[in-house]
């Protein structure tokens, strides 16, 4: 026997003893938790006992492996975990581009392309171009 063991035991002797002999003076009831304890160390010493070490999953495929997660995850779709509500959605790109800050077509510099119905009119495109030196361009 370990030094761990006979002192678990020790452990559980006392609480036992303590619980059994314990009266309530309080609303609070503290045999509970110390019985909970005392529990806890005699599964720990308990032999008879798989400890969750001796636990070994079987193997799976990379296959099994996906196929799982996606049930797992239409199982969650139909529990309804993932209904928050929340839908994305791509913008539409309008066919306009603005090379910024002295950037040309084909070069490295930052471009912006606004969404659709969000392009300014020509006379901030015309200012844009005076004061930033940005240049509006329309695909064809």
Same mark, same amino acid.
């Given at each position: 026997m370990t030094k761990t063991q006979s002192a678990l035991e020790r452990v559980i002797i006392e609480l036992d003893s303590w619980c059994d002999n314990w009266t309530p003076t309080s609303y609070n009831d503290p045999r509970i938790s110390l019985r909970q304890i005392a529990d806890r160390a005699r599964d720990v010493l308990d032999p008879r006992k798989k400890k969750m070490t001796d636990f070994q999953p079987k $193997?799976?495929? $990379?296959?099994?492996?996906?196929? @799982?997660?996606?049930?797992?995850?239409?199982?969650?779709?139909?529990? @309804?975990?993932?209904d928050w509500g929340v839908k994305f959605h791509q913008p539409k790109y309008s066919n306009w581009k603005c090379y910024l800050f002295g950037n040309r077509p084909g070069g490295n510099g930052i471009m912006y392309v $606004?969404?659709? @119905? !969000?392009? $300014?009119? !020509?006379?901030?495109r015309f200012m844009m171009r005076i004061c930033f030196d940005c240049l509006w361009v329309k695909d064809t």
């Open positions: $193997p799976q495929t $990379p296959e099994e492996v996906d196929q @799982g997660l996606r049930d797992a995850f239409i199982q969650a779709k139909e529990d @309804g975990v993932f $606004p969404s659709e @119905g !969000r392009v $300014p009119n !020509r006379f901030v």
